[in-house]
């Protein structure tokens, strides 16, 4: 059965499976000599087979954590490579045959692209932000109590009244004839409150159609 998986390992078929995957693989003996790597793993590293087969992982590739795990006989995970613009992840298992550790596999896994998503969506979200940040800008309302200026007891009286609905979380319905203040209120009320952070929305009401007043 052992002859027949060596055998198979080294099978033309067998090559052509590993070179079929995604992931980079070398396989290296007991010895930590290089017996294979796929076109993945040249593509990913930039190691040919004529650079690394037949030569000890070791002297071929010092920073190589393979021979460790070879020599522990424990998988070793998630060890970050970057070649150039390309970064992967390595995983390091030994290969154990009847209790003995005939070998050692590493697979690479490419995760450029998911860093370059990672990239792209910080990118993103700093736009967002920065748009929300102008849209908070562009929609803040301008007024204090301090700039509605009275001192009859009609005024002081509408300036309680407004601070007092100001700390509550409730709907706010100004009324009134046009021109005496009402807009100068509502931005009052909104800096007083616990939103004024928020966006300070104006609307023109009296430019929205009855029936859809009514229906909102």
Avoid: W
């Avoid at 003996?29 to 087969?53: C, H, M, Q, W």
């Avoid at 939103?195 to 609307?203: E, I, N, P, S």
């Amino acid at each position: 059965v052992e002859g027949f998986f060596k055998e198979f390992l080294l099978s033309e078929r067998f090559i052509d499976i590993l070179n079929a995957i995604h992931n980079g693989i070398m396989v290296v003996d007991k010895d930590n000599t290089v017996t294979f790597i796929n076109s993945a793993y040249t593509r990913l590293t930039g190691v040919t087979p004529e650079d690394v087969i037949g030569r000890n992982l070791c002297e071929a590739r010092p920073s190589a954590k393979l021979p460790q795990a070879v020599f522990s006989g424990k998988t070793m995970c998630g060890i970050h490579r970057k070649v150039g613009k390309v970064e992967y992840i390595v995983d390091c298992h030994p290969i154990i045959v009847r209790g003995i550790v005939s070998g050692g596999v590493s697979i690479l896994r490419d995760i450029t692209e998911i860093q370059n998503l990672v990239e792209r969506l910080r990118k993103y979200r700093t736009t967002v932000n920065t748009l929300t940040g102008r849209v908070k800008e562009g929609h803040k309302a301008k007024y204090t109590f301090a700039d509605i200026v009275g001192e009859s007891p009609l005024i002081l009286n509408a300036k309680k009244l407004a601070r007092k609905v100001a700390g509550s979380d409730i709907n706010v319905l100004i009324i009134g004839a046009s021109g005496p203040g009402k807009e100068l209120f509502a931005h009052a009320i909104h800096n007083e409150s616990q939103r004024q952070q928020d966006a300070f929305v104006v609307v023109n009401c009296a430019s929205i159609p009855k029936n859809l007043l009514e229906s909102e």
